[in-house]
């Protein structure tokens, strides 16, 4: 069956650092590929998306590549601020068949101290 | 206000009781899910409903119950057959043609 792997952290940088995340996948076909946030005490946010190979996700800053070859969607920004610290976490939804269920990775804590 | 609403945010019960969730759109959606978050293993799938009057367990149903009798609503009962039910509970809606899901900001269920 269809499965993420992220890096489970927690991760903690310094403001200004640089991030990257990495989530590889396991699917049949063409999955789209996406990247959710979750603040604490809320629910998770759409916070960028890919839809087939060699699309780059970008949205605050924030990207991530639809990499096939590699079956990787690692989300990657280049000066983290302390607004970003939150769980982030990679999903996939199969394109095939009725199945539009999302499958989520477990998670990422991101903590960017000043 | 458009959206996705979950009520309560905080909820509490003793060992024993059952106590619904509820979770509330106004998109018109067609499908709808609930997931359980617990720390270190991320969304876990309890049930889901594509259309009006039709829902398939997820991964973990055992102690759940739900109900899809208008699109706009999609509740979830926590059964007192649930041996750990404390955790974050969270509703979604799905937009049908790009797949992306929307969040409701979530429910703490707390067992005493």
């Known amino acids: 069956g269809d499965s993420v792997t992220q890096m489970e952290g927690p991760v903690t940088l310094s403001e200004e650092a640089c991030l990257t995340i990495?989530?590889?996948?396991?699917?049949?076909?063409?999955?789209?590929l996406f990247w959710y946030v979750q603040y604490p005490g809320e629910g998770l946010q759409l916070l960028l998306k890919?839809?087939?190979?060699?699309d780059k996700g970008s949205n605050k800053g924030f990207e991530a590549t639809y990499r096939k070859e590699t079956t990787s969607f690692h989300l990657e920004k280049g000066s983290v601020q302390v607004s970003d610290s939150a769980v982030y976490f990679c999903?996939?939804?199969?394109?095939?068949?009725?199945?539009?269920?999302?499958?989520f990775g477990k998670g990422t804590l991101l903590t960017v101290n000043p | 206000d458009g959206g996705i609403t979950q009520s309560p945010k905080y909820l509490f019960r003793k060992e024993g009781q059952n106590v619904t969730l509820s979770c509330e759109q106004n998109?018109?959606?067609?499908?709808m899910y609930w997931y359980r978050q617990d720390p270190g293993q991320g969304l876990r799938l309890i049930y889901y409903?594509?259309?009006?009057?039709?829902?398939q367990k997820g991964d973990i149903a055992e102690g759940y119950s739900v109900s899809r009798e208008k699109k706009e609503s999609f509740p979830l009962t926590v059964t007192s057959a649930q041996k750990n039910p404390t955790a974050f509970y969270l509703c979604?809606?799905?937009?049908?043609?790009?797949?992306?899901?929307?969040f409701g900001e979530g429910s703490r269920l707390t067992v005493l």
């Open positions: 999903a996939l939804r199969n394109s095939g068949g009725s199945n539009y269920k999302l499958t």
């Open positions: 979604a809606i799905q937009q049908q043609n790009t797949g992306e899901l929307f």
């Open positions: 409903s594509q259309i009006v009057n039709d829902f």
């Open positions: 990495n989530c590889t996948y396991t699917a049949t076909g063409y999955p789209s």
């Open positions: 998109l018109n959606h067609d499908a």
């Open positions: 890919a839809t087939k190979a060699d």
